[in-house]
């Protein structure tokens, strides 16, 4: 992660937060926690790392979306269910839940296919999710400006406990619908 940003910069940013808004448990607090070690390191402006972090948010989150509307996943028993799960909460909350979802780890990245599926109207969605992406990127740029001194401490065990934990709350959430 570091080193696709570190080579890449904003680019490198970009390409790793496309796969986060698509379903793909890439942590993007670390990704945006380095992305602001790198602004602190003048390396690229706040502006283009949080630019560049909405921007593959948005990216992800629509080809999530284009998934979620094809209904391919309802397929799958598994996902079904989560999907189901999803639609219930958007249908009572209303458009409102992308944006919330967005702010939320782990329900940002997966919050795109029960709206696809839905068809949520799409100029919405995109509205709410950029803002959502952009606030949750403005903030962990800033947490990683104010944190560049330590990185190398943040880097290893951050990555490791952010990734654990998003896993076991997967594995708490399957497993609580499947009971």
Known sequence: MTAVIGRFGALGVFLLMVPESACVPIPSELTLLFSGFAVHQGWMSFPVAVGAATAGN???????????????????????????????????????????????????????????????????????????????????VLAGMLASSAWGTIDSVAGRVLLGLGLAMLLWSVKRKAG
Do not use: H, N
């Not at 397929?75 to 799960?85: E, F, K, N, S, T």
């Not at 702010?103 to 296919?113: C, E, H, I």
């Not at 839905?118 to 949750?136: E, H």
């Open 58 to 140: 948005l990216v992800g989150s629509v080809m999530a979306y284009g998934l979620g509307a094809s209904r391919a996943l309802e397929r799958l028993p598994l996902a079904g269910r989560v999907l189901r799960r999803w639609e219930g909460l958007l249908e009572r909350q209303g458009i409102r839940a992308v944006f919330i979802a967005r702010l939320l780890p782990l329900a940002r990245t997966f919050v795109s296919l029960p709206a696809g599926a839905l068809r949520v109207r799409l100029g919405p969605f995109i509205a709410l999710t950029t803002a959502g992406c952009a606030l949750w990127a403005i903030g962990f």
